[in-house]
């Protein structure tokens, strides 16, 4: 250990003799806050977990080849330092190992590393380009989260040979533009890109000779898992193309990517989460895939330029909310494998005037329909046996239901067309075993109800109040 003076300023360096032991110890200068410079010498192997952290002074560090890993929490908190050079006989670079360095500017990374563990680079916040090795196989959780000014990974690339992205590992990178996804990359983790406000451009790196259109992300064929808010609030991105290697599309992934107008599903996926796509206010269509099984809780909802969703036999579950307040939606026809339409599934589509139900279904789930101004007419399949309580409420423009024929419809549920203003008449089958309070309340127009083909000789066994004093008007 010695002291320099450099331009009238005391310095004090420290100088790691050839041959002393193979490893700095753990703590071993943990917030000696006067060091500004050290030198590791090829005989040291590891640097310790915290071994340097909170050496707020500490500008420069000199790393040489034969260094094979750099512990957690090394560096944490150094404050100070502006660059570093990783040799290329390290591998692994440990949890938070350079955690909020906050002016760390410039980081080289060398052919050999394999792993950059969570949050390493965490908070890095003057840091704008880093080049990720092609021998990187994973980038942990948080990596480079809230690198504020980082702001392309394009020229300097993410590899073939990559396959994990790791949860927040670019989370609030709010400068970052464009990133290229490798082929060899199976899984994408939660938050991965969330709140990338600036990213617009996501290219496959086994295309990259063909032109990717600005604002667009495809992901190469091979990438099985989009995970829990992957890209949420990239309020940038215009289109994506999701792979047909992927089968899950998990929660939020794409929630409030506002500007998205384009997402194209390919045969293969079964399941989109809850909120995937959530708040896409410029999505216009979505065509989902055969393969589809299950569209989840509030999918789309408030995708309110969405104007047509083509769904696909082999759909069997539309979850609660999955297209609520898509204001613009102007028609659905539900597949016959769908026994059940959830809660609040297509409520307050204000714009959608045609609705096709086919036979198989047996659930309109509360609040289904509620709330769509401009539904004019809806034929309930034979198959139907409930619907639900406020199902088609303030469906103020529907006139015709079409109930007729039916066998197995055995409850209407309390507001189920409550304020449907324009009713005139409705046949009720013999099937109804009861009628729910308020059913048909503040249906001005309506003067037929069929009732004389039921009776309780004949099944219906309650009646709501309400209706019976709108039935005797």
Not at 150 to 157: A, G, K, R, T
Not at 305 to 312: E, G, R, S, V
Request: aromatic fraction near 6%; charged fraction near 25%; proline fraction near 2%.
């Amino acid at each position: 250990m010695s002291t320099d003076e450099g331009n009238g300023t005391k310095v004090l360096k420290i100088e790691f003799c050839e041959g002393v032991d193979a490893e700095i110890k753990d703590l071993e200068f943990k917030e000696c806050t006067k060091i500004k410079r050290i030198e590791i010498p090829s005989s040291i192997k590891v640097i310790g977990h915290s071994a340097f952290m909170f050496c707020t002074q500490l500008m420069e560090v000199k790393l040489c080849e034969g260094l094979t890993d750099i512990k957690e929490s090394a560096f944490n908190g150094c404050a100070s330092l502006k660059s570093i050079e990783i040799p290329s006989t390290v591998k692994v670079i440990g949890d938070r190992a350079f955690r909020e360095c906050t002016q760390l500017m410039e980081v080289k990374l060398c052919e050999g590393l394999t792993d950059i563990k969570g949050a390493a680079f965490y908070g890095c916040t003057s840091m704008k380009s880093i080049e990720i090795p092609s021998t990187v196989k994973v980038i942990g959780h948080s990596a480079f989260q809230d690198c504020y000014e980082l702001m392309e990974l394009v020229d300097v690339e993410l590899h073939e040979g990559l396959e994990t992205i790791g949860r927040d590992a670019f989370f609030e990178c709010t400068s970052l533009q464009r990133i290229k996804i490798p082929s060899t990359v199976t899984s994408i983790h939660w938050t991965a890109f969330d709140a990338c406000s600036q990213l617009s451009n996501v290219e496959c790196s086994d295309e990259i000779e063909e032109q990717i259109s600005l604002f667009s992300a495809k992901l190469c064929e091979g990438l099985t898992d989009i995970n829990d808010s992957a890209f949420r609030d990239c309020t940038s991105l215009k289109s994506i193309k999701i792979p047909s290697t992927v089968k899950v599309i998990e929660h939020s992934a794409f929630r409030e990517c506002t500007q998205l107008m384009k997402a194209k599903l390919c045969e293969g996926l079964t399941d989109i989460k809850d909120a995937a796509f959530s708040h896409c206010t410029s999505l216009k269509s979505i065509e989902i895939p055969s393969t589809v099984k299950v569209i989840g809780d509030s999918a789309f909802r408030e995708c309110t330029q969405l104007m047509k969703a083509k769904l696909c036999e082999g759909l069997t579950d539309i979850k609660d909310y999955a297209f609520c307040d898509c204001t613009s939606l102007k028609s659905i026809e539900i597949p016959s494998a769908v026994n059940e339409i959830g809660i609040g599934a297509f409520a307050r589509c204000t714009q959608l005037m045609k609705v096709k139900l086919c036979e198989g279904l047996t659930d309109i789930d509360d609040s289904a329909f509620d709330g769509c101004a401009s539904l004019k007419s809806i034929e309930i399949p034979s198959t139907a046996k409930v619907i639900g309580h406020c199902a088609f409420r303030e469906c103020t423009q529907l006139m015709e239901v079409k109930l007729e024929g039916l066998n197995g419809l055995e409850n209407i549920k309390r507001q189920a067309f409550a304020k449907c203003t324009a009713l005139g008449m409705i046949q009720l089958p013999c099937s109804v075993k009861m009628i729910g309070k308020q059913a048909f309340h503040g249906c001005t127009q309506l003067v037929d109800v069929g009732l004389e083909t039921i009776g309780r000789d004949e099944g219906l066994e309650t009646i709501g109040r309400d209706e019976i004093l709108n039935f005797q008007q």
